[in-house]
């Protein structure tokens, strides 16, 4: 592998999923201020997943609130190319479908694009990793989920670590996302395939310790990051 390649930065973005959604502007500035690069707002309707979350108007009020921070938006929904224009509207940053959930990748990827949006595409843990390749100039990020989609607090899939490995030989560059039980004991596995966005739900929102959680995350990533520059 070219020396010169670098891999993309290590960034960590809570999931608010399971925090108090009752407090949900002053959950988030807490993450921001322990550490989180980023915020991962999961959206559920009901169809795709099932579960509920919560929709654009949200989004909207979040973004009011919380004018600086990044919101990657993880799109459980039937119809993701509905909600492009109102979750830009609402200040989202990052649209991340679900390759399962669209007859028509490249012209959503084009879409979200077009408004000014970061293209993120998902894929459920029965997908299959090639899936996405012919996707990979349209897309700034690919999100392997490591757990059914739907709630947070299950249990990690170790298996889903070839995909990340796959994915991180063939596109050095690519932002390439976890989520679904990411924490201080499954993160080492997503560092060293390759993962560099990490999402972690319960491990830091029920933690007593969120900042030091974060931060046990962001050293394994930049150790493996360190690694991988001077192989
Ligand atoms: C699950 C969501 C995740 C979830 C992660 O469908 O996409 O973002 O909140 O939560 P944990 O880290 O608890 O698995
Ligand atoms: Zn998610």
Same mark, same amino acid.
């Given at each position: 592998?070219? =020396?010169?390649?670098?891999?993309?930065?290590?960034?960590?973005?809570?999931?608010?999923?399971?925090?108090?959604?009752?407090?949900? %502007?002053?959950?988030?500035?807490?993450?921001?201020?322990?550490?989180?690069? #980023?915020?991962?707002?999961?959206?559920?309707?009901? &169809?795709?997943?099932?579960?509920? $979350?919560?929709? %654009?108007?949200?989004?909207?009020?979040?973004?009011?609130?919380?004018?600086?921070?990044?919101?990657?938006?993880?799109?459980?929904?039937?119809?993701?190319?509905?909600?492009?224009?109102?979750? &830009?509207?609402?200040?989202?940053?990052?649209?991340?479908? %679900?390759?399962?959930?669209?007859?028509?990748?490249?012209?959503?990827?084009?879409?979200?694009?077009?408004?000014?949006?970061?293209?993120?595409?998902? *894929?459920?843990?029965? $997908?299959?990793?090639?899936?996405?390749?012919? #996707?990979?100039?349209?897309?700034?990020? *690919?999100?392997?989920?490591?757990?059914?989609?739907?709630?947070?607090?299950?249990?990690?899939?170790?298996?889903?670590?070839?995909?990340?490995?796959?994915?991180?030989?063939?596109?050095?560059?690519?932002? *390439?996302?976890?989520?679904?039980?990411?924490?201080?004991? $499954? *993160?080492?596995?997503?560092?060293?395939?390759?993962?560099?966005? =990490?999402?972690?739900?319960?491990?830091?929102?029920?933690?007593?310790?969120?900042?030091?959680?974060?931060?046990?995350?962001?050293?394994?990533?930049?150790?493996?990051?360190?690694? #991988?520059?001077?192989?």
């Amino acid at each position: 592998m070219d =020396i010169l390649q670098s891999r993309p930065s290590c960034k960590i973005g809570p999931s608010i999923l399971n925090a108090d959604l009752s407090n949900l %502007h002053s959950a988030c500035t807490k993450l921001l201020e322990d550490g989180a690069d #980023y915020l991962h707002l999961d959206v559920m309707d009901g &169809h795709f997943v099932p579960n509920l $979350t919560f929709g %654009h108007p949200l989004v909207k009020c979040l973004r009011s609130k919380v004018p600086e921070a990044f919101f990657d938006m993880h799109m459980m929904v039937a119809d993701p190319e509905k909600w492009v224009e109102p979750m &830009h509207d609402a200040g989202a940053n990052q649209y991340t479908f %679900h390759f399962e959930a669209t007859k028509d990748a490249a012209a959503l990827a084009r879409k979200i694009r077009e408004v000014g949006m970061k293209v993120g595409i998902a *894929i459920k843990p029965g $997908t299959a990793v090639d899936v996405v390749v012919p #996707y990979a100039d349209l897309v700034d990020m *690919i999100l392997v989920m490591t757990v059914e989609p739907g709630f947070g607090g299950q249990k990690f899939m170790a298996d889903m670590m070839q995909k990340v490995k796959y994915l991180r030989e063939k596109f050095p560059d690519m932002d *390439i996302e976890v989520d679904g039980g990411v924490g201080p004991s $499954t *993160i080492d596995a997503c560092a060293q395939a390759g993962a560099n966005m =990490i999402v972690s739900g319960s491990a830091v929102v029920n933690a007593e310790d969120p900042k030091a959680v974060m931060s046990l995350l962001r050293k394994s990533v930049l150790k493996s990051l360190q690694e #991988y520059e001077i192989r």
